[in-house]
T-cell receptor, first 113, second 113 residues
Framework: QKEVEQNSGPLSVPEGAIASLNCTYS??????FFWYRQYSGKSPELIMF????GDKEDGRFTAQLNKASQYVSLLIRDSQPSDSATYLC?????????????FGAGTTVTVRA | ETGVTQTPRHLVMGMTNKKSLKCEQH?????MYWYKQSAKKPLELMFV???????ENNSVPSRFSPECPNSSHLFLHLHTLQPEDSALYLC????????????FGDGTRLSIL
């Protein structure tokens, strides 16, 4: 079983709609969860992190964490063409291995103008 | 200079060459990381340095040799590489300790002839 799994997409949404991205993880001890955005040919850019169950909002982005179900999601409201990118979910793999982040393969999002 | 800076941005080398990748962070962080990103594969953690001590070595072949002379600089020395080593090599930094967000440099695109 992969440590972090994401739907590869592509996820195509019309401009102005909500894009919903999901991520599941296998290590129940994971404590820290991150979403990165990666444009084609560029490096990953941190856009959200969440540590506690529930929702965390930052502008048009909302991260949702459910540790009991071992999933974390990212909602992008009012999607813009500039949101077209690959979104990477990253999970800290347990307290005993603090530094290791396991990354999913990424979900590619395309926002149609 | 701000953020995490990597040089060179592109590198083409033969299998018998020796070269080094350089990373410098200006964020006041004390942990630094090397990742490998190949097409269609998740980010792979290679090495972690925290407070200038190597704390993670993810079964990386010895043809890759990291060096961390201080908390701001990280090198990856390359020798006798194989064609499958062609990839994007990303440096990241964070505060030391569990679950801290990592910030990435722009990467070095490496091609092995």
């Amino acid at each position: 079983q992969k440590e972090v799994e994401q739907n590869s997409g592509p996820l195509s949404v019309p401009e102005g709609a909500i894009a919903s991205l999901n991520c599941t993880y296998s290590d129940r001890g994971s404590q820290s969860f991150f979403w990165y955005r990666q444009y084609s040919g560029k490096s990953p850019e941190l856009i959200m992190f969440i540590y506690s169950n529930g929702d965390k909002e930052d502008g048009r982005f909302t991260a949702q964490l459910n540790k009991a179900s071992q999933y974390v999601s990212l909602l992008i409201r009012d999607s813009q063409p500039s949101d077209s990118a690959t979104y990477l979910c990253a999970v800290n793999v347990g307290l005993s291995n603090d530094y290791k982040l396991s990354f999913g393969a990424g979900t590619t999002v395309t926002v149609r103008a | 200079e701000t953020g995490v800076t990597q040089t060179p941005r592109h590198l083409v080398m033969g299998m018998t060459n020796k070269k080094s990748l350089k990373c410098e962070q200006h964020l006041g962080h004390n942990a630094m990381y090397w990742y490998k990103q190949s097409a269609k594969k998740p980010l792979e953690l290679m090495f972690v340095y925290s407070l200038e001590e190597r704390v993670e070595n993810n079964s990386v072949p010895s043809r890759f040799s990291p060096e961390c002379p201080n908390s701001s600089h990280l090198f990856l020395h390359l020798h006798t590489l194989q064609p499958e080593d062609s990839a994007l090599y990303l440096c990241a930094s964070s505060q030391a300790g569990g679950g801290q967000p990592q910030h990435f440099g722009d990467g070095t695109r490496l091609s092995i002839l």
